[in-house]
């Protein structure tokens, strides 16, 4: 008989595409994957992985064995979802992927509160990209994601996945201590021209936004430094390097040097959690959604607590 766990290792290999991606998704070692995965030749008698280049790539009896680990992952979570939901109450091991601002500003009270008030509860948490995290729930390795979209690209709502609105995060234009944009009251995207820019690399919504919102503005964008993290961006902006837009969520306080200045219309981005159809009646799901609710709205309602940034003074009038 087929090892469940096994399978497991081998449909997270598929769908991150390495052994190390697998193991980081499962909470496991690299080797312990790929001991998971021989032990699995051995009981099919079949090769399962080949080596391709530096990495490694299924074989296709092992692309056919993934896809039915992914339905036998699919019976088995709503089997796990029925016991569960007959509880009552929130249990097992729940899966979270989030974003890397999320992970930063929101998720650590979430998983702090849901560890005091649900012992039986196990929640892991992985950090990744909001790209990536949709296609992990909709292939069953995660099973709830917190992910945003933002108004030019709204978030893909595959077959089979929910969501839940959490909240909706503001965005600051972040710039240099002295820059003419403090001593004004209010800063329009028509302003926005010849400015040097620090953004986030192509590909990245933030990007996509910055380019086409100038663009629509009659203006090409001068994109002088490029970093994943917006503590990064903001340390280039503090260090006089250019401007940039920071979402709020995850930043924090504001380095002496940069100071967060009010655009008009202002860019939102809006977060979401998303889980399976199959396995939204499942408490440990509910519970988790109303406690990021819960959260964010609490943060949101506190002064200085969502966001945590320091803003320009408002200039003295003459």
């Given amino acids: 008989m087929l090892d469940l766990a096994r399978l497991r290792a081998l449909h997270a290999v598929s769908v991150h595409g390495s052994v190390a991606g697998a193991a980081a998704a499962l909470g496991y070692t690299p080797s312990a994957v790929s001991q998971q995965i021989a032990k699995l030749e051995r009981e099919t008698r079949t090769r399962l992985l080949e080596r391709r280049g530096r990495g490694v790539a299924l074989t296709e009896e092992a692309r056919h064995l993934a896809d039915t680990a992914q339905e036998l992952l699919a019976i088995v979570e709503r089997a796990e979802t029925t016991l569960e939901e007959r509880r009552g109450q929130p ?12 992970a930063r500003g929101l998720l650590p009270g979430v998983l702090a ?38 108004d030019i690209a709204p978030l893909p709502a595959p077959e089979g996945i929910e969501q839940a609105v959490i909240g909706d995060d503001l965005c600051d234009l972040v710039v240099p201590a002295g820059h003419p944009f403090t001593r004004r009251e209010v800063i329009l995207r028509a302003d926005l021209g010849g400015e040097r820019w620090v953004c986030q690399p192509p590909g990245r919504v933030c990007h996509d936004w910055l380019v086409r919102t100038l663009r629509t503005a009659g203006f ?7 970093a994943e993290e917006n503590h990064t961006i903001v340390a280039l902006v503090a260090a006089g390097l250019g401007i940039a837009v920071v979402p709020r969520l995850g930043t924090g306080t504001l380095p002496p040097g940069a100071v967060a200045v009010p655009l008009e219309p202002g860019p939102v981005r809006r977060l979401y959690a998303l889980w399976r159809t199959g396995a939204a009646r499942r408490p440990a799901i509910t519970e988790a959604v109303r406690t990021l609710r819960e959260h964010w709205a609490a943060a949101a309602a506190r002064p200085g607590d969502l966001p945590s940034v320091r803003h320009a003074p408002a200039p003295a009038r003459q």
């Fill in 113 to 150: 509160d849901l560890a005091a008030r649900h012992p039986a509860l196990d929640v892991r948490l992985t950090e990744v990209d909001p790209h990536l995290s949709v296609d992990l729930v909709v292939r069953g390795v995660t099973d709830l994601a917190v992910a945003h979209d933002w």
């Fill in 91 to 102: 249990g097992g091991l729940l899966t979270v992927a989030a974003f890397a601002s999320a």
């Fill in 220 to 226: 090409e964008p001068d994109i002088a430094h490029v």
